[in-house]
């Protein structure tokens, strides 16, 4: 009986570690650049009336991404609802398109975004987050690999939110 018990509490040990660590183990899903360059870009990009943007796709959600300032860092970046009256989405698509012709086919695209704050938030019911709103009138894709987002071990399920500033 004794045997039996302590095999159990050591599957159980075993079990509980593994689950702890498997979603932030490993070199993370994105790729890209190393820490010290991905600094280096930001330190020298161009400044301006407008923001950069990541586009985080997640299925079910509403949010469009993160934005942050020129030479800001991504660990101050806001996830965003948009709001498209000027100006639609890059990803306006269909969410039942064919692959790469459908809503969120532009995950993880870097973009240069411009627009405003409007100062209000709105409620994203299936992250259960009351997030910014920004006006959108422009954008242009800055990168369509630009691999991780916030550190080199980030990683992406489109099922649910895995990335957020640390």
Known sequence: ????????????????????CGGTMGSGNLGGPTVEERNARIASEPTGDFYYG?????????FWGYLR?????WSRAKLVMMREDRK????????NGPPGQAYGFDNNFEYRIRGNYTGEESYDPNSNQFLPVFMLTGYEVVD??????????DRYDRFRITMVPR
């Open 144 to 153: 369509r690999q630009p691999g991780w987002l916030f550190r080199p071990d």
């Open 54 to 62: 990541r586009r985080y796709y997640v299925e079910k959600t509403r």
């Open 88 to 95: 639609h989405n890059p990803d306006r698509l269909p969410e």
């Open 1 to 20: 009986m004794v045997p039996m018990i302590a095999r159990m509490g050591a599957l159980l040990s075993v079990c509980m570690m593994l689950c702890q």
């Open 69 to 73: 300032k020129p030479r800001e860092p």
